[in-house]
Nanobody, 124 residues
Framework: QVQLVESGGGLVQTGGSLRLSCAAS????????MGWFRQAPGKEREFVGA????????YYVDSVKGRFTISRDNAKNTVYLQMNSLKPEDTAVYYC?????????????????WGQGTQVTVSS
């Protein structure tokens, strides 16, 4: 069982930045794809971005392209989500997830383990 712990959330003003971290308990994390999702109050959990284990290829939802960047440090078993130019609509609980298989990285069903989430609030 892979355990994931997110950190780095908080309150920030519009235009500000935050970096979220997702630390994994398993040392073989470097062989799995990792994803970030978010869920705003009253809304479905939505895909934000993902990074593959091979070549570190990244994918993003259109609404965050150019503002968010996913990276990974395999030696630390940690994945990061750098969020710049934050907007009030980015306010949500952010979750990281591990995909052990080869499913759709843009869908919740493509992931096997989830973290507990970290709150990001962007004030206007």
């Amino acid at each position: 069982q892979v355990q994931l712990v997110e950190s780095g959330g908080g309150l920030v003003q519009t235009g500000g930045s935050l970096r979220l971290s997702c630390a994994a308990s398993e040392r073989t994390l470097s062989t799995y794809a990792m994803g970030w999702f978010r869920q705003a109050p009253g809304k479905e959990r939505e895909f934000v971005g993902a990074i593959t284990w091979s070549f570190g290829r990244t994918y993003y939802v259109d609404s965050v392209k150019g503002r968010f960047t996913i990276s990974r440090d395999n030696a630390k078993n940690t994945v990061y989500l750098q969020m710049n130019s934050l907007k009030p609509e980015d306010t949500a609980v952010y979750y990281c997830a591990v995909a052990k298989g080869v499913g759709n990285l843009r869908a919740r069903s493509g992931y096997d383990y989830w973290g507990q989430g970290t709150q990001v609030t962007v004030s206007s």
